[in-house]
Nanobody, 120 residues
Framework: QVQLVESGGGLVQSGGSLRLSCAAS????????MGWYRQAPGKQRELVAT??????????NYPDSVKGRFTISTDNAKNTVYLQMNSLKPEDTSVYYC???????????WGQGTQVTVSS
């Protein structure tokens, strides 16, 4: 039973920072790819970040739109994945979703989403 519970969304000014948290249950991080996606009104859902800690030692992935500004990390003791967002821009405004996919499968698990609004 996989369950993802997000927190940390809110309103922030352009140039500011937020940290999103995703509390995961039913997951061992070494066996899953964890990530964050976002979806703004009228736009397709897009990848923000992924992290995989198993296999050859772990890896992260970011699109160019957030690379250098956002950082994904996990805390295994707390079973929580984080998204640290710095230098936020109005175009980062979106609903952010936590996601988990077990390695070797295509089944995706999603959190409920949390709103992030960046004002100019």
């Amino acid at each position: 039973q996989v369950q993802l519970v997000e927190s940390g969304g809110g309103l922030v000014q352009s140039g500011g920072s937020l940290r999103l948290s995703c509390a995961a249950s039913g997951i061992i991080f070494s066996m899953y790819v964890m990530g964050w996606y976002r979806q703004a009104p009228g736009k397709q859902r897009e990848l923000v970040a992924t992290i995989a800690s198993g296999g050859s030692g772990g890896s992260t992935n970011y699109p160019d739109s957030v690379k250098g500004r956002f950082t994904i990390s996990t805390d295994n003791a707390k079973n929580t994945v984080y998204l640290q967002m710095n230098s936020l821009k109005p175009e980062d405004t979106s609903v952010y979703y936590c996601y988990a996919r077990r390695l070797g499968t295509s089944t995706q698990n999603w959190g409920q989403g949390t709103q992030v609004t960046v004002s100019s």
